[in-house]
């Protein structure tokens, strides 16, 4: 008898509680001059004081798709290894609005440091080592 409540009251509170607004950013991100999608890329969901409250991982056709805590104020940054990110100008978001973005990044190539791999042999087999080589090292 307990367990039958305990299912009734469970099925009855999730058909009687109301849906929760959801605002939904999506869109595709793409590279200002080759107009390629950006693959693989992180695209971040954050406040005006830089908070981040969600991120995605864009597809193989540059896209992604966010869900925003709740209606405010927001900005997509892009993070890809590669390239400077790139934030977009401020935008709002009312309660259960989804928007959709074109969000272009310069393609403005960051360089990395340079990785070196070095395969030690020990008794046991081998051992690799790596390093990062800092720009002035």
Do not use: H, N
């Not at 009734?8 to 999730?14: A, L, R, S």
């Not at 950013?25 to 406040?47: D, K």
């Not at 960051?110 to 390093?131: K, M, N, Y």
């Amino acid at each position: 008898m307990k367990s039958c409540l305990s299912v009734f009251t469970t099925v009855f509170v999730f058909f009687l509680t109301p849906c929760l607004p959801a605002q939904t950013v999506s869109g595709r991100l793409v590279e200002q001059t080759s107009e390629r999608p950006v693959v693989a890329a992180f695209v971040l969901l954050v406040g005006a004081d830089t908070t981040e409250f969600d991120r995605a991982l864009t597809d193989a056709l540059g896209r992604f798709s966010i869900q925003a805590p709740s209606a405010g104020s927001y900005a997509l940054k892009s993070a890809v290894i590669g390239f400077r990110s790139t934030v977009t100008p401020t935008f709002d978001l009312s309660a259960d609005q989804d928007i959709v973005v074109d969000f272009v990044i310069p393609g403005i190539p960051v360089a990395l440091p340079t990785l070196f791999v070095e395969d030690v042999r020990t008794c046991g087999g081998p051992i690799s080592f790596f390093w990062l080589s800092l720009a002035g090292d």
